[in-house]
């Protein structure tokens, strides 16, 4: 039964991202950022930290936590502004983003921030936390791992054998979140490399799987909620690439680039007359 006030809280913690997200962009100055995947990702990752994950904000460690792994490292900006936002790091921490002795960097590589995962070349992330979900299993431990994927990262062979290997020990700790925003870096998927129906590859693999709207946190809750015992669960969710950003929106280019004045005039203007408030 869906939580009307978890709901809520996602949703408010979503559009604080979206403003702490768009104050680090503008730190980068010229150099820009990855805003595209950062923005696909946004209410994936409120979602999760605001209503799904079990973790203590001040135990980043803490033994029993649930696991997040972010595959797709270009999706920093949402994955730093949350753990501001929950209490993991503070605002001067978080301002360090992109600067010279910082403690975050453009590809995250700090664990004492609250990070699970270091980085690694894409493709890495899924195997990484098969072999979390199954040290759960062997310690008798009750966590939960969830491991956001790129679906352009799903070119990448090692997920495919991934995701055998997580139907082969039918991990149903194990939740896979496949950012669906059909570009990356150099193109668009159908161009570069079309992947037909993720979903319908990932029940074939022997996963429960379910497609969502990603931009909605009442069917990502719902689909997290869902019961899948004896088999992993994946999760597709459609995005848009560099979601709510006019000039970059739904563009290849999102996935590195500048953000304009614009942009960051729009997006707040857009949050403070609603229109982040439900989808």
Known sequence: MMNENIIDDCYKLAKLMRIKALEMAQTTGKAGTHLGGSFSSMDIIATLYGGIMNYHKDEPDWDGRDRFITSKRHCYLASYSVLEIIGMINNEQLMSFHTDGGLLAGYPWNTDVGLDYSGGSLGM????????????????????????????????????????????????????????????????????????????????FGFASIGVNGHSIEELYEAFNMQHPGKPLAIVAETIKGYGLPSIENRPESHHARLNEQDSEYMIRRIEEGIYDRV
Do not use: T
């Open 125 to 204: 992330g899924l195997s990484v936390g098969i072999g979390m979900a199954l040290a759960a299993r062997r310690r008798g431990m009750n966590y939960k791992v969830y491991v956001l994927l790129g679906d352009g990262e799903c070119n990448e062979g090692s997920n495919w054998e991934g995701f055998m290997s997580a139907a082969k020990y039918s991990l149903d700790n194990l939740i896979v979140i496949i950012d669906n925003n059909h570009m990356q870096f150099d193109g668009r998927e159908e161009d570069i490399m079309p992947m037909g129906s993720l979903k319908e590859k990932l029940e074939a």
